[in-house]
């Protein structure tokens, strides 16, 4: 079964503006953290942002906020003032249970985002 | 600092032909992992490494096995091509004890066999 979906394929957003990135979550394993992966054209993966399960603050690194609603086992990416740069390929991902999963990520389909002027 | 690397970077096999992915990593990490990357499915783990010594399947394992040589090396070997492993093929390599566990990617082999 899917662990993480993206059910966003592509999106366009202009540039400046904010842009979320859908991301839910199945686990029943109550210890887990979440990834925001970019991968632009040239095809590395970058990380961007991580939120653990446990954590009571949403996580933020400069442009990019993770909206975390447990309840709803959702973790959503917001990026705010996109730039041309931004376009690229996004992938959210779960590592369940820190101490049984030796890191092992489960990764979505991915969103594509193209930034447009 | 490197990072992961890996060899080669391109790759066109026939089906049938055998080769090996070479990934290693001067991070000192214990855990290395393979995943591979396909349209409209993520990335997904084909074998992981916990530490050095040990291997252990991911979800999808079949038609590749897998050695971890030494702490810095991991490789991938396909042993009879078919042209469902055309793929991307990232190894990453992370440490428990390091920052959220995260895993550090290399730049992938793109992988074509026809």
């Known amino acids: 079964a899917q662990k993480i979906t993206q059910t966003q394929p592509g999106m366009f957003v202009q540039e400046k503006e904010a842009v979320t990135l859908d991301c839910t979550y199945d686990t029943s394993d109550p210890s887990y953290g979440l990834f925001w992966y970019k991968q632009p054209s040239s095809g590395e993966m970058i990380f961007l942002i991580y939120q653990g399960s446990y954590d009571q603050q949403n996580a933020t690194e400069g442009r990019y906020s993770l909206n975390f609603q447990k309840a709803r086992k959702s973790a959503n990416l917001v990026i705010s003032a996109s730039q041309l740069g931004d376009s690229a390929m996004y992938f959210c991902a779960m590592r369940e249970s820190l101490t049984d999963s030796w890191g092992k990520l489960q990764f979505g389909a991915g969103t594509q985002v193209v930034v447009t002027p | 600092n490197a990072g992961v690397t890996q060899t080669p970077k391109f790759q066109v096999l026939k089906t049938g032909q055998s080769m090996t992915l070479q990934c290693a990593q001067d991070?000192?990490?214990?855990?290395m992992y393979w995943y591979r990357q396909d349209p409209g499915m993520g990335l997904r783990l084909i074998y992981y490494?916990?530490?050095?010594?040990?291997?252990d399947k991911g979800e999808v394992p079949n038609g590749y096995n897998v050695s971890r040589l030494n702490k810095r090396e991991f490789s991938l070997r396909l042993e009879s091509a078919a042209p469902s492993q055309t793929s991307v093929y990232f190894c990453a390599s992370s440490e428990p004890s390091g920052r959220f566990y995260e895993q550090f990617f290399g730049p992938g082999t793109r992988l074509t066999v026809l």
């Open positions: 991070m000192n990490h214990n855990s």
């Open positions: 490494s916990a530490s050095e010594g040990t291997t």
